[in-house]
């Protein structure tokens, strides 16, 4: 997940683990569904919060 959004796996961990991007937790892996994920992180980078950038607001293509 992290390699298609071009973000460090550690700090999408710590957001997921913070409750800032969304996903499920089983066995202590982190699942995400990147439509969900993307859509969470350009929503915090349209409203300036800190840790986004505003680059993120471009569409990612799989």
Same mark, same amino acid.
């Given at each position: 997940m992290a390699?298609?959004?071009s973000i460090p796996a550690k700090w999408l961990r710590e957001e #997921?683990?913070? =409750?800032?991007?969304p996903h499920l937790q089983a066995g202590g892996r982190f699942l995400f569904?990147?439509?969900?994920?993307?859509?969470?992180?350009?929503n915090? #980078?349209?409203? =300036?919060?800190?840790?986004v950038?505003?680059?993120a607001t471009?569409?990612?293509?799989p």
């Open positions: 390699r298609l959004l #997921a683990q913070a =409750g800032r991007v569904d990147p439509v969900a994920v993307e859509a969470a992180l350009l915090r #980078a349209r409203q =300036g919060v800190p840790g950038s505003r680059e471009e569409e990612v293509q």
